[in-house]
């Protein structure tokens, strides 16, 4: 009986699950340029899995069977999002869904990171070669311009169906408004596209901006307002000991990076905005994507009817979140700071990481008022791993806050507050988690999948959590 060598069979899963994907792509009803790019890159994704057949099972690192698991998952993401635009019903699954271009950006970029992996993994000798095809098949200009010929071909596509439903019976006006909606939606800007730059004062509306004139050693005030159509949240800094020349310069340098932290669940930096510039009354503004429904704290402590469903769907954008963080083109990054307030929730539930916002431009702005910030309050303790508890920041790493995503998707699961019993306490809450090794119950009514993922993300040692690659 013959034995199955368990990485050709891992071989053999990715490439079928890949020529599915561009036979699918070649299917696509709407989104084609989008999806037709994906399957162009998957075949050169393919390209590099083949090579692993003239490679000796003996030379192969544990490594590369890892990065071909999660290349797996990334793959079987791929084809789902494809699907959507292949099936009979694909024009209403586009009206009830505002927009599908983060889900591309998402699996583009996932795409990529695993490109990259594999060809590490692999250490091949053609790296040079493969560096270039990676060049050629990944590009954000190509993406834009697809993005941009797929919705002129979506509302041409749309326009005809409202000429449609304009002759069908009373009884389908609900369709055709849906459809009107999403027409209109093509029209406006993306989110996505927008570029981060200095926002001059014309372009902001903010109500009751005037009443911090009479302000003084006040901290940053966050007030809601409108710009360029979306709904944003400012961040307002007053009373400062610095000149608009020294936190422009900072701005500057700080663009290009925030730039790499796109994603659908890295909540959105639209730029900085100067008022009274060269005044005693200068404010400075950090304009951000505004979350109805505020932070996730404050989410699960007001909302008691979340269902499964929805919490699973939370714990999901939260580690894709991270995963961006973590997997940024040039350089990895760490947050350091991974709470549930630094999640914040929008009006569908959707998850965004936040405490990215132009953090070095913060940090002059906070450096010069009045007040300096306060210590750190002890509750944000309970997200610290075992190693933080003990070490402090000496060894913090990447696994440090793949455990502080546990606790957050533990604090999804069961909408409590993390070591409550405990967080007053810093001694005790030591003894708990670093010598006793405790991990808070997850209620039994979690999805077994979602409770094994909590637990993995909790283990006590670095390497018994996942990356968040792997989430």
């Not at 699918?24 to 994704?45: D, P, S």
């Not at 940090?363 to 009045?370: E, Q």
């Not at 405790?438 to 993300?457: F, G, K, N, T």
């Amino acid at each position: 009986m013959d034995i199955v060598n368990p990485m050709k069979f891992l071989v053999g899963s990715v490439l079928s699950t890949a020529v599915g994907i561009y036979k699918l792509a070649e299917k696509a009803k709407a989104n084609k340029k989008q999806c037709h790019r994906i399957g162009e890159r998957v075949k050169a994704l393919e390209r590099v899995v083949n090579s692993i057949d003239s490679i000796e099972a003996a030379q192969l690192s544990a490594e590369v069977t890892k990065t071909l698991e999660e290349l797996s998952t990334v793959l079987n993401s791929t084809f789902g999002l494809i699907e959507k635009f292949t099936s009979s019903n694909w024009m209403k699954r586009l009206y009830k869904t505002s927009s599908h271009a983060g889900e591309f950006q998402m699996v583009n970029d996932r795409l990529s990171d695993s490109f990259q992996n594999l060809t590490i993994a692999l250490q091949l000798k053609q790296g040079s070669d493969m560096g270039k095809l990676l060049k050629e098949a990944y590009t954000r200009e190509e993406d834009e311009k697809d993005r941009k010929e797929d919705e002129k071909e979506l509302n041409r596509m749309l326009m005809e169906y409202m000429e449609y439903v304009e002759t069908m019976r009373t009884d389908l006006e609900d369709v055709k408004s849906n459809v009107a909606q999403v027409v209109e939606m093509l029209k406006k800007p993306k989110i996505i596209t927008m570029d981060i730059r200095v926002i001059k004062e014309d372009e902001l509306c903010i109500p009751n901006l005037d009443e911090l004139d009479n302000l003084t050693d006040q901290g940053p005030q966050v007030y809601r307002g409108t710009f360029k159509d979306f709904t944003v949240a400012a961040k307002i800094f007053t009373n400062l000991n610095t000149t608009a020349a020294e936190i422009k310069s900072d701005f500057k340098k700080e663009v290009e990076t925030m730039k790499r932290f796109e994603s659908p669940n890295i909540l959105r930096m639209f730029g900085i905005c100067i008022l009274d510039e060269d005044t005693p009354n200068t404010k400075y503004l950090i304009i951000m994507e505004y979350c109805e429904k505020g932070s996730l704290r404050e989410v699960l402590s007001s909302e008691c009817d979340l269902s499964w469903t929805r919490k699973v769907s939370m714990c999901r954008d939260a580690a894709q979140g991270l995963y961006r963080l973590h997997q940024t083109e040039q350089k990895s990054k760490l947050h350091t700071d991974i709470t549930s307030k630094k999640f914040f929730v929008d009006k569908n539930y959707g998850v965004k990481l936040g405490g990215l916002e132009l953090a070095q431009t913060e940090t002059s702005l906070r450096n010069a008022t009045v007040n300096k910030r306060k210590d750190k309050d002890i509750s944000s303790l309970c997200y610290s791993s075992p190693q933080m508890l003990s070490e402090g920041m000496k060894h913090y790493c990447k696994k440090c806050e793949i455990y502080s995503l546990g606790i957050i998707m533990w604090e999804i699961a069961t909408q409590k507050k993390p070591f409550s019993d405990y967080s007053g306490n810093k001694d005790t809450l030591h003894v708990k988690v670093v010598e006793e090794h405790y991990r808070e119950p997850v209620p039994r009514q979690c999805p077994e999948s979602l409770e094994e993922l909590i637990d993995a993300c909790r283990g006590h040692h670095c390497a018994q959590r996942p990356p968040a690659g792997g989430t």
